[in-house]
T-cell receptor, first 112, second 117 residues
Framework: AQSVTQLDSQVPVFEEAPVELRCNYS??????LFWYVQYPNQGLQLLLK??????LVKGINGFEAEFNKSQTSFHLRKPSVHISDTAEYFC??????????FGQGTELSVKP | NAGVMQNPRHLVRRRGQEARLRCSPM?????VYWYRQLPEEGLKFMVY????????ESGMPKERFSAEFPKEGPSILRIQQVVRGDSAAYFC???????????????FGPGTRLTVT
């Protein structure tokens, strides 16, 4: 069975500092990987995705993530965060069967 | 191109009533997924539908919950005889037709927040 683990439930960081949100997955088959962001009382917006090809993927709002097959990780990074990045971030996998399996989410809190 | 639409955005029901949640996928999308987000939890898959077919309902509670995606009109998630534990945010997502590489990307609606009193 597939699972996704987001290692940090909350990440506080100061504005303009770098941030890394960690995600590990387990799967016995090839997967597609996604990061979504959820602002308060809103739906999910796709930040970036890994389907194939280059293991470093760039997304919207200056975020990027690196797929590491040997470590089964897909960590999300941003070199300099803004107050507006405060939100909840979800890592998800799709094993080509249709449904997304989500991690528990990481609450990113950017402080001035 | 309008995104995924869900209505109502907020729904209040008393225990024992029925809740109907509607989802209109993005134009050209024929796959619909429903997810539930309970307080302080992540999103959990409920059901995956194509037009007139349920493809995967492995995440649906065995009783009181049903879903459909008719040939015409929106997808409906129906909860009968609601209980307080059904209070949650219900999100719908859609994706393009199967077989396309991009079909694994799902686009989410704004959600329906159900409160059972």
């Amino acid at each position: 069975a597939q699972s996704v683990t987001q290692l940090d439930s909350q990440v506080p960081v100061f504005e303009e500092a770098p941030v890394e949100l960690r995600c590990n997955y387990s799967s016995s088959v090839s997967v597609y990987l996604f990061w979504y962001v959820q602002y308060p009382n809103q739906g999910l917006q796709l930040l970036l995705k890994y389907l194939s090809g280059s293991t470093l993927v760039k997304g919207i709002n200056g975020f990027e993530a690196e797929f590491n097959k040997s470590q089964t990780s897909f960590h999300l990074r941003k070199p300099s965060v803004h107050i507006s990045d405060t939100a909840e971030y979800f890592c998800a996998v799709n094993n080509q069967g249709g449904k997304l399996i989500f991690g528990q989410g990481t609450e990113l809190s950017v402080k001035p | 191109n309008a995104g995924v639409m869900q209505n109502p955005r907020h729904l209040v029901r008393r225990r024992g009533q029925e809740a109907r949640l509607r989802c209109s996928p993005m134009k050209g999308h024929s796959h619909v997924y429903w997810y539930r987000q309970l307080p302080e939890e992540g999103l959990k898959f409920m059901v995956y539908l194509q037009k007139e077919n349920i493809i995967d309902e492995s995440g649906m509670p065995k009783e009181r919950f049903s879903a459909e995606f008719p040939k015409e009109g929106p997808s409906i998630l129906r909860i009968q005889q609601v209980v307080r534990g059904d209070s949650a945010a219900y999100f719908c997502a859609s994706s393009p037709r199967a077989g396309a590489h991009l079909s694994y990307e799902q686009y989410f609606g704004p959600g329906t927040r159900l409160t059972v009193t």
